[in-house]
């Protein structure tokens, strides 16, 4: 089955940097976006960024910038967010997504869209 594991994260100051990556697992065959989202407390889940199977990258307005997505291709299904200037707004739990996963189990193909666990960022001023 597939699923998604995320790391990185923790707590830094304002105009740190921090490091999130996110990999899917399982026997993809693949994956048409993967991103994060965020969510603070009294907020709207808004997007941070996605990078598509092209390599086209989308940024939230509140992170252009200062964010950057990115992907290795040496390790397959694996996508890394690196925040730069962070900023006490920007604390939230992160949330790794993938979109348009097709993925292998028992023989079978199936099609589908994963989320991680979520990983708590907190920017103290």
């Known amino acids: 089955q597939a699923q998604l594991v995320e790391s990185g994260g923790g707590l830094v100051q304002a105009g740190g940097s921090l490091k999130l990556s996110c990999a899917a697992s399982?026997?993809?065959?693949?994956?048409?976006?993967m991103g994060w989202f965020r969510q603070a407390p009294g907020k709207q889940r808004e997007l941070v960024a996605k990078i598509t199977i092209r390599g086209t990258t989308t940024y939230g307005e509140a992170v252009k910038g200062r964010f950057t997505i990115s992907r290795n291709d040496d390790v397959k299904n694996t996508v890394y967010l690196q925040m730069d200037s962070l900023k006490p707004e920007d604390t939230a739990v992160y949330l790794c997504?993938?979109?348009?996963?097709?993925?292998?189990?028992?023989?079978?193909?199936?099609?589908?869209?994963?989320r991680g666990q979520g990983t708590q960022v907190t920017v103290s001023p």
């Open positions: 399982g026997n993809i065959v693949t994956i048409l976006s």
């Open positions: 997504y993938a979109d348009g996963v097709t993925y292998v189990s028992r023989m079978q193909y199936f099609n589908g869209d994963l």
